[in-house]
DNA sequence: TAATAATTAACATGCTTATGCGGTTGCAAA
DNA sequence: TTTGCAACCGCATAAGCATGTTAATTATTA
């Protein structure tokens, strides 16, 4: 028996919600809210396994709730409910240890699958949410943004900075002249339009050159 | 209609996506191929709405073709397809520009539901692999890491350095004495088990204190 | 072929950093 | 009330860095 607790702010979408998971086998309500006021402690007394969370909700919205309960519960699963798929919402959502984010109009035979899925470990997601999920993540993980023309020379020796080698260590690993890195630094000083070894080194975090 | 166009090795697996999926209204396998080795070619000349890509492919595997499609083309929705939810496939597709990944235990019901939604630009995602991907999201997120205990006014001096100011510039900033700042960034490096200026700025990053 | 860029190298000058030492003040915990 | 810590300040020295100018060689490209 998968123990839910739902909290949604429209009436009707509530009891619709809870009859329907209360009138499939293996599902329970135990209780249904129409805000997070109380959050923390319904959730500590009732120890549900799911919870089901509208996002848009007056008073304490759905993103506060989360936030509430994970200060003091992480094992709870939780699904997030909601109208659009809004980006700042799931961004903000995802971060915060949610387990799930569906559209409410998803229809109530999926519903019920999707609760059985989070409670499992999965994490359901409308395809629309998942797509903007991916999409913050690649673009995360572009690799290696602008490079500013760095030549192959160019980028080993401001790797070497980045490892925090000073000049004569890296004319040593280099096998050349320090005047030689010198000469290279500057160049790379010019590309990257900094005018300190630090400056440089954080410009590679910032742009991925490294 | 979505034109599909297919990659499985396995003949049956193959025979029986290519009946399902053809046999199904409004969709059409273009062609079916047991491997990728002329994938760019194939993709060209047919322009296929969706393409399904088996994982795990003799030869050049799925990852591979993947990343040889999207080197040409970044329009075409690509479904990975794979037996496993295996970690390090999953972050390697999701970071070359797939646009679902799903099991093969999939039902057919569902897969062509699957191949719609990709289709109209979501992600469908198996509930498994997107709990994945959520945890390398959140990991990725973590605010910040370990701060080496660094006081108030060390973090303060930290963030200057990591934006390339000089000493003399952080005391201006700061209305202190150049001495102060040089007494900080003695103990900052102390902290981090650093010396010098750049591999400071590097940790900084890297540990993700700023 | 001429022009451009990358790589290598040298020399000089002044500024910046790293590191050593020393110190005062104020606040909070033991 | 002593002890510890954060925050503040000073001086001195050696090493490191930034910047200027100059120039040879090689490779690529227009």
Do not use: W
């Amino acid at each position: 028996m998968i123990k839910v607790l739902l909290y949604e702010d429209n009436p009707q979408l509530r009891e619709g919600l809870t009859m329907l998971i209360n009138g499939s086998d293996g599902f329970e309500v135990m209780a249904a809210y129409k805000n997070c006021t109380n959050v923390v402690e319904e959730v500590q007394s009732f120890k549900p396994d799911v919870i089901m969370m509208d996002i848009d909700m007056p008073g304490v919205n759905g993103i506060e709730g989360l936030k509430k309960i994970r200060a003091v519960n992480d094992d709870v699963k939780i699904l997030m409910l909601t109208v659009f798929d809004d980006n700042a919402n799931v961004f903000e959502a995802i971060r915060s240890g949610a387990n799930g984010y569906i559209l409410k109009k998803t229809p109530p035979a999926k519903l019920l699958e999707y609760i059985q899925e989070v409670q499992t470990g999965g994490a359901p997601m409308t395809a629309s949410v998942a797509a903007q999920v991916l999409k913050m993540f690649t673009k995360q993980n572009a690799l290696k943004g602008d490079d500013h023309d760095l030549s192959d020379r160019e980028k080993q020796v401001l790797q070497l900075l980045v490892n925090g080698y000073s000049y004569k260590m890296i004319a040593g690993e280099m096998f050349i002249a320090i005047d030689t890195v010198r000469s290279h630094i500057k160049k790379i000083y010019e590309k990257l339009h900094v005018n300190s070894k630090s400056e440089a080194v954080a410009k590679a975090f910032k742009d991925r050159i490294v």
